[in-house]
């Protein structure tokens, strides 16, 4: 299968139809994590249920991706790296894509993921506070980051 139909596969699982709602309105609890069955039972859930799901059925697809929940701050989210290419996948069709290059220096392609990591920011409404970054896991991995360039330099060396 090439890069182009991967893409195509991903996209369509992350924007399976999920719908928001918040663990008080489906739960009556402040926090509640469902399972990806409960999750896709009953077609709602918050962003930890819709990101766990969404990567559960990702590396059903093809558990060879390199594929990982991002905890941040107070938002969960999914990130793909498929050829070359490295994705943010968010609940609402949100998705943020870059690439890096390989004439220019590493620097520059440092500013190329900060300016996707920036962007998904903005547009999804993380406040400045809720950025900080804890981890990227799998059901095979965990990787831990001390501080956001952490992060950066994970992404960097993740190709």
């Known amino acids: 299968m090439d890069s182009v139909d991967i893409e195509t596969n991903l996209d369509r699982i992350n924007e399976y139809g999920i719908r928001y709602r918040s663990d008080n309105l489906l739960f009556n609890q402040e926090e509640y ?81 900060r300016k996707m990591r920036n962007d998904y920011f903005e547009y999804y409404g993380l406040r400045p506070k809720e950025r900080n970054i804890y981890a990227a896991f799998n059901e095979e991995e965990l990787i831990t980051f001390s501080d956001q360039e952490d992060f950066i330099v994970w992404l960097l060396n993740i190709g």
């Open 33 to 113: 994590w469902q399972t990806p069955a409960e999750t896709l039972e009953k077609g709602h859930g918050d962003c930890e249920d819709w990101a766990i799901t969404s990567l559960s059925m990702i590396r059903e697809y093809d558990p060879s991706l390199k594929c990982y929940n991002l905890l941040w701050e107070s938002h969960l989210s999914v990130f793909c790296y498929v050829n070359g290419n490295y994705i943010i996948y968010d609940q609402d069709k949100t998705k943020f894509k870059t690439q890096l290059i390989e004439t220019v220096s590493v620097e520059e392609n440092k500013i190329r993921l």
